[in-house]
């Protein structure tokens, strides 16, 4: 399955630093168009206009506790879902790897509802991030587990497969357990995955555990450009692979699990941005890394952009709509892989 990626013909690419800006304005308009409002009609803008004229302490309120908050945290979910799917991608060496498919979203959605099951979230503030995150520690661990020191790509997703299953059981019991019908269509709600009704607040608890996520797996560029000559050439260019797994499996772990833990489950974010940007990146990891990340913010603001001012009765859940995407993605990119194998 390496050869998806290391044998991909090789295409005329646009200079890099272009790619970047442009992924970065399609970021940037998407995060206007989100700060305009809900519906995005002539009439909403004017009607905001007028309020900010004749009331501008109201309009400057709902502007920063409303709709910047969503869109902070929409571009914090998309950078996380991006670069945690090239750093995976590029580790596995498999395009068909992202956070969802190892376990790592199905964990941290465990985990937070563990915080919402026990009421641990009502009473600790950090208990939702950290429940998302030690669960999709713990998932990822599992993971390890299973596919032992020197695993192959089919055996990790098939791990990942399993992890996901099992967490999603747990899951299931929970919401069969449930104390009471309103709580379980609240975890039912949080877990369709939405950027609705959230304040600075879940930004501030969810970005400390992000950033380092994030360090970690920015710094990984070099010894996975060094990986896609085999391991055996890595090693002898000084990558240290174990130190590289543990590196990916903490960052993931951690960026993912703090994302998932604020805006519930989100997939194929992670699938489709880096498969659609490798051949614009000359099928560079270290490149693909920052212009996934780039990618992933642009993705789901623009996703969140068009539940809000599209819909035409109640708002779409941001996750049934990149599901509804990336499924038909999936499968498209399942007949890619196989006919390349053939």
């Not at 920063?64 to 869109?71: C, K």
Request: aromatic share 6%; charged share 10%.
């Amino acid at each position: 399955m390496s050869a998806t990626i290391l044998d991909a013909p090789r295409r005329a690419e646009p200079p890099f630093g272009l790619l970047l800006a442009g992924l970065g304005a399609a970021a940037l308009v998407a995060a206007g168009i989100g700060l305009l409002g809900d519906r995005l009609s002539a009439d909403a803008v004017a009607g905001f206009a007028a309020l900010l004229g004749t009331h501008p302490d109201a309009a400057w309120d709902i502007l920063i506790e409303v709709r910047l908050p969503r869109v902070l945290l929409g571009a914090m979910v998309g950078v996380t879902l991006g670069l945690s799917g090239a750093a995976l991608q590029g580790w596995l060496r498999n395009p068909l790897a992202e956070p969802g498919l190892i376990g790592a979203s199905a964990a941290a959605a465990l985990g937070a509802v563990i915080a919402f099951y026990f009421g641990i979230a009502d009473w600790l503030r950090f208990a939702l991030p950290a429940g998302g995150t030690l669960g999709a520690l713990v998932g990822l661990g599992a993971l390890l587990l299973l596919v032992g020191r020197d695993p192959s790509t089919l055996t990790v997703i098939l791990a990942g497969v399993a992890v996901s299953a099992f967490a999603a059981a747990l899951t299931q019991l929970a919401l069969n357990l449930a104390p009471s019908p309103y709580a379980a269509l609240e975890v039912i709600t949080w877990m369709m995955g939405s950027l609705a009704n959230r304040s600075l607040e879940h930004l501030w608890l969810a970005l400390p555990l992000t950033l380092v996520g994030w360090a970690l797996l920015a710094g990984t560029g070099r010894a996975l450009e060094a990986l896609t000559l085999g391991e055996d050439a890595a090693r002898s260019l000084g990558v240290r692979l174990d130190r590289l797994r543990w590196r990916i499996i903490l960052g993931v772990g951690l960026s993912v699990g703090a994302a998932v833990s604020v805006s519930g489950v989100i997939g194929f974010v992670g699938l489709v941005v880096p498969h659609l940007l490798r051949p614009l990146c000359g099928y560079s990891p270290s490149r693909l890394l920052p212009a996934s990340a780039l990618g992933g913010a642009a993705l789901v603001l623009v996703a969140d952009a068009a539940v809000r001012t599209l819909s035409p009765g109640p708002e779409l859940k941001l996750g049934v709509v990149t599901a509804l995407i990336g499924a038909p993605f999936f499968l498209m990119l399942l007949r890619d892989v196989r006919r390349r194998g053939a």
